[in-house]
């Protein structure tokens, strides 16, 4: 929805750090792609078989994509804009899952992405008219007669699962079976785990049927001009707690890779450098990295992210909102190039404010209280970690030891292009690091 961005009680709809720019809020999306160090997505289109035409060329029968970033460095607005260009007939049918709205991040299992997948492909091809022949579709049916409703008739639960829904054909049919499957799934109702248990337990036979329903999708799209194959994107799987994230994309995603299609999956940064073996599993790795507001090796700001950064803020804010530009660079330097940061702190300079203007006075008050909150898990030996890492200006390769993935998980540790390492600004100016840095320096 458009605000009126200068004024002050109405911007603070734009200042939500923890809503995505979808089609709705658009009109604030800034191009960051030269600040983060000419990271384009040419090489991510290649990738999908894309050509310097936007024509879908020659994609693979399976691939597995791995989109990555630090949580809240923009991959949900990216994976949007991405999925509206390759939702097109020349390219892919996108199945976009948001795992944050449409399931449970919080108690997430690589069943429930299977049976949301399967639910959003039959809706959607439902939705277009897309006809499926009954005989493509007996495996799935069978696979949901005999190990979901069968084992929930010994607790007398499928009829809750089966209300409303009339025993018929059709991909519609079977599409409002898995809707009531990943409802139940997400709203935890007491059959939830033996929904999780009978798929995975019997994963093989509901690949064999989805495989065979995203094959005769991809030959119906085909002929109805609608795409040439299935592509399912998958965010949000990048908000689970820290080892649910471990468990879903080490322990169990060999599951998920039984499904024969495309996916783009997103996971935070710090998991690449904790399992090294990622980079094989995954067909690609598109890194989107923080924006680089200084070069390496210099605190001076980088005039294309200082440009990038400020057109951000003018989005939401108006200029004639704050006491001086200066106040904005101020914001710009301690969100360390992190989108969502730099929302925060917008948000939080507003509410610190005694006026109807974002001062100098209230952005310092702001920096002081996001600080603050990396107090409450940093230590003295991820203080010296995060001095050594920026005295010496090193790559991940020459840093990745223990104590560096929970540092990057956290944000207390950056990364920018070329694989370059620095610490939070904001981390920078508490007692703790000050005082090692000062000791280091007196050392040298």
């Known amino acids: 929805m458009r605000v009126n961005?200068?004024?002050?009680?109405?911007?603070?709809?734009?200042?939500?750090?923890?809503?995505?720019?979808?089609?709705?809020?658009?009109?604030?999306?800034?191009?960051?792609?030269?600040?983060?160090?000419d990271v384009t997505q040419d090489d991510l289109l290649r990738a999908l078989g894309i050509d310097a035409t936007q024509t879908l060329r020659r994609p693979m029968e399976r691939q597995y994509i791995l989109f990555t970033s630090h949580l809240g460095g923009g991959k949900s607005t990216e994976l949007r804009r991405l999925s509206q260009?390759?939702?097109?007939?020349?390219?892919?049918?996108?199945?976009?899952?948001?795992?944050?709205e449409?399931?449970?991040?919080?108690?997430?299992?690589?069943?429930?992405?299977?049976?949301?997948?399967?639910?959003?492909?039959?809706?959607?091809?439902?939705?277009?008219?897309?006809?499926?022949?009954?005989?493509?579709?007996?495996?799935?049916?069978?696979?949901?007669?005999?190990?979901?409703?069968?084992?929930?008739n010994e607790r007398a639960s499928s009829l809750e699962l089966t209300a409303g829904?009339?025993?018929?054909?059709?991909?519609?049919w079977l599409g409002g079976l898995f809707a009531k499957l990943t409802s139940a799934v997400k709203f935890g109702t007491t059959f939830r785990e033996e929904i999780r248990s009978e798929t995975k337990n019997h994963l093989e036979e509901f690949a064999a049927g989805f495989?065979?329903?995203?094959?005769?999708?991809?030959?119906?799209?085909?002929?109805?001009?609608?795409?040439?194959?299935?592509?399912?994107?998958?965010?949000?799987?990048?908000?689970?707690?820290?080892?649910?994230?471990?468990?879903?994309f080490v322990t169990d995603f060999s599951e998920l890779q039984r499904i024969e299609a495309t996916f783009i999956y997103c996971t935070q940064v710090h998991l690449l450098y904790?399992?090294?073996?990622?980079?094989?599993?995954?067909?690609?790795?598109?890194?989107?990295?923080?924006?680089?507001?200084?070069?390496?090796?210099?605190?001076?700001?980088?005039p294309p992210a200082l440009e990038t950064m400020r057109a951000m803020v003018y989005k939401r804010v108006a200029p004639s909102l704050f006491d001086s530009e200066e106040t904005v660079d101020y914001l710009i330097r301690y969100s360390g190039g992190?989108?969502?940061?730099?929302?925060?702190?917008?948000?939080?300079?507003?509410?610190?404010?005694?006026?109807?203007?974002?001062?100098?006075?209230?952005a310092e008050k702001a920096v002081r209280d996001m600080a603050a909150d990396f107090l409450r898990f940093l230590q003295g030996k991820d203080y010296d970690l995060l001095v050594r890492i920026d005295s010496q200006d090193a790559q991940n390769t020459q840093e990745a030891e223990e104590g560096t993935h929970k540092l990057l998980h956290t944000l207390a540790l950056l990364e920018y292009n070329n694989l370059w390492w620095r610490s939070h600004p904001l981390v920078r100016t508490l007692p703790g690091y000050q005082k090692r840095m000062h000791s280091t320096h007196v050392a040298g």
């Open 5 to 37: 961005h200068a004024d002050y009680w109405e911007v603070a709809v734009n200042l939500d750090p923890n809503v995505p720019l979808d089609t709705g809020t658009m009109d604030l999306y800034v191009d960051t792609s030269e600040a983060r160090g």
């Open 85 to 100: 260009l390759l939702h097109d007939p020349q390219r892919y049918f996108v199945v976009f899952v948001d795992a944050v």
């Open 102 to 152: 449409q399931l449970n991040p919080n108690n997430l299992h690589d069943t429930d992405i299977l049976l949301k997948q399967a639910d959003l492909l039959c809706a959607m091809l439902a939705g277009q008219g897309v006809m499926i022949d009954d005989v493509h579709l007996y495996t799935l049916k069978e696979w949901f007669k005999q190990r979901i409703i069968v084992r929930l």
């Open 165 to 172: 829904l009339e025993a018929k054909a059709g991909i519609g």
């Open 211 to 248: 495989n065979q329903l995203i094959r005769a999708a991809n030959a119906a799209l085909q002929r109805q001009q609608l795409g040439q194959r299935v592509l399912f994107m998958v965010d949000g799987t990048d908000r689970m707690p820290y080892a649910d994230m471990e468990r879903f």
């Open 274 to 302: 904790q399992h090294n073996f990622l980079q094989q599993r995954f067909h690609y790795i598109h890194r989107v990295p923080m924006l680089k507001i200084h070069q390496r090796g210099s605190d001076d700001f980088w």
């Open 338 to 362: 992190h989108p969502r940061d730099l929302v925060r702190l917008l948000e939080l300079t507003r509410i610190k404010t005694r006026s109807e203007i974002f001062t100098r006075e209230a």
